[in-house]
């Protein structure tokens, strides 16, 4: 029997029949979590990008403290800070929302930055030539500038966003029922690596691919700039 | 108002929390120090393995750092920590952090050194072997060289990351700087030993935030 004990302890198909549909539950969580995160974060970072392309000093000075800050704390601390703070300040939501907006908020301070940055790179001459033709500053920056920013931000846009939604795993800490949750959950019920194995394996199946797709993007988008 | 800076800016709570917090940012700075160079040191030896003649080697590595890049590291610590001793072997908090890091950091930086090195032209590489440098010698005086100066800004802000990072140790129980907040938290009922350990992160990242910012830009012109 000795000789199964590695598989016991990792693989016993006893306790994966019976934690299969709670590490699925996890999972459409964290799908959840990390597609909302996505959205808000993106958009967020895209809404401020274009603020700070106004010029206004106090407004711009406001969104660089923002993106500064949510770039330089841990997400974890700003997810404790968050969750314990919040009912302080006679806020309550729940743990969800408080992963979501956290994270939101930390996706929207990179894309931010890297959304500007792509607004900079293009030159000076564009929205002279734009800005003559009579296209008035908005549609300057809709149709010429942004279309052209926006292709050369996606592959770091991608690869940021990649990394954050991996952090819905530190949901766990507050007690969101995503996947890291409920393999720890079944393990210290069942005293079995088995569903922590689980847990790891469902996120590689949900982010393998979307590794794979941010490299390609990554050679594609890179060729095309050359 | 007064009861919301009670919660948060509570000068005398920080104050007694303030010992605590140093000792754990001790702790935070002694984990960057290992965990830090220990991820660049095997991101050098992954990226090395990504480009090895060897198709067998080379996918490995690719499949390795695919592979640690997709797993988030706090899955990966808890593995670590507590699925370990499952399989017979007992790692304290410390040496799971340093297994997990090092898996995780390590790919990343393999993925940034890979691009540095595919960055510098094959031509610099053939000048640099017929003037009769070895193999090893024009990767490490000839090639490196540029293609760290090339990857300079992303190296810098995924350090920025990894000590980001080591705030997932607290865990696993390691009495780091966020650790330690949160122990003074719930021994005072009060949210300002997280207010203090925030700006203690941020004293320590946001001037490395900045000079990304600015690396960034200077190599965008």
Known sequence: MHQFGFFDAFFKWQLIERYFPAIMKGMAVT?????????????????????????????????????????????LVLVLLVYFGLPNAGIYLPSFAVLWLVLSL??????????????????KGQWEAARSTGLSFLSTLTYVVLPQALRLTV??????????????????????GE?????????????????LMMGAIAYVVLFIPVVAFGRFLETRFAWRRA | MEAIAQQFFNLAIMERALPLLLTGLKQTILLCLMVVPLGLAGGLLF????????????????????????????????FVYSGLPFAGVRPSPFAAVAVAFFLNTSSYYG???????????????????????????????????????????????????????????????????????????????????????????????????????????????
């Open chain 2, 47 to 78: 990226a090395l393995l990504s480009r090895s003649s060897l198709a067998a080697v080379r996918w490995a590595a690719i499949v390795g750092i695919d592979f640690f890049r997709a797993v988030p590291p706090l899955v990966l610590l808890i």
């Open chain 1, 155 to 176: 592959p770091p846009i991608t690869n940021r966003t990649i990394a954050i939604t991996k952090n819905t795993a530190l949901g766990t800490v507050i007690g969101v």
């Open chain 1, 31 to 75: 799908i959840e979590i990390a597609f909302a995160v996505v959205l808000t974060g993106i958009l967020l970072g895209l809404l401020l990008a274009i603020a700070r392309s106004f010029r206004v000093r106090p407004v711009s000075a406001l969104i660089v403290l923002f993106a500064d800050m949510f770039r330089a704390l841990p997400p």
């Open chain 2, 111 to 221: 993925e940034i050194y890979r691009a540095g090195i595919e960055s510098i032209g094959i031509g610099q590489w053939d000048a640099a072997r017929s003037t009769g440098l070895t193999v090893s010698q024009t990767l490490a005086y000839v090639v490196l060289p540029q293609a760290v100066r090339n990857v300079l800004p992303d190296l810098v802000s995924n350090t920025v990351e990894v000590v980001k990072l080591t705030s997932i140790a607290s865990v696993v129980a390691l009495p780091e700087l966020l650790y330690s907040a949160d122990m003074a938290r719930s021994v005072t009922f009060n949210t300002s030993p997280l207010v203090l350990a925030a700006l203690i992160y941020l004293l320590l990242l946001w001037p490395v935030v900045r000079l990304v910012s600015r690396l960034e830009r200077r190599m965008a012109t």
């Open chain 1, 179 to 195: 996947i890291l949750n409920q393999a720890t959950t079944a393990q210290s019920f069942s005293g079995n690596a088995t569903p």
């Open chain 1, 106 to 123: 930390v996706l929207a301070a990179f894309c931010e930055e890297i959304f500007w940055a792509g607004i900079l790179s293009i030159a």
